[in-house]
């Protein structure tokens, strides 16, 4: 019996959230040049599509990503943390990523750039490190 793979029940553009109702599995005859096609469709279901998908095509790993929550130019909240302690601040996203992505930001004071984590719809977060106060 050949293996069963998820493909598009109907066309689905570019950036669009997949939902369930979106996919179904279907049998392959011969999967020549799609080893990396999705045997469940609870893989995909909740992720963005990378490009525009036509109906009937057998969805593979490069099809979707996870959803941007920022995008390159936005204003983000970043937030610094460090033993216990929280501060906030705004800057400008120089990239756009999605959950856990490592992304560059631009402070509004001084236009200086830095790398931050994603960690929320347009925030990101960064872990500054403790110092050790010297005994005179």
């Known amino acids: 019996m050949s293996p069963s793979v998820v493909v598009a029940g109907r066309s689905l553009p570019r950036g ?3 939902r369930a109702a979106d ?3 279907e049998q392959a005859e011969a999967l020549d040049g799609q080893s990396q096609a999705l045997q469940s469709i609870d893989e995909v279901v909740g992720k ?4 525009a998908i036509p109906a009937g095509k057998i969805l593979d790993r490069s099809s979707f990503r996870q959803p941007l929550l ?3 130019g936005e204003m983000v909240t970043v937030y610094a ?3 216990g302690v929280r501060v ?3 800057a400008r996203a120089r990239e ?7 992304i560059a930001v631009e402070s509004l004071l001084d236009r200086a750039e830095y790398f931050a984590s994603v960690s929320g719809i347009q925030e990101v977060e960064v872990y500054a490190q403790a110092t050790q106060a010297r005994e005179e």
């Open 70 to 72: 920022v995008r390159r």
């Open 48 to 51: 963005e599509t990378t490009r």
């Open 88 to 90: 906030r601040s705004t």
């Open 23 to 25: 996919l179904r599995c």
């Open 96 to 102: 756009e990523g999605s959950l856990g992505d490592l």
């Open 81 to 83: 943390r460090c033993a």
């Open 16 to 18: 669009a959230v997949i």
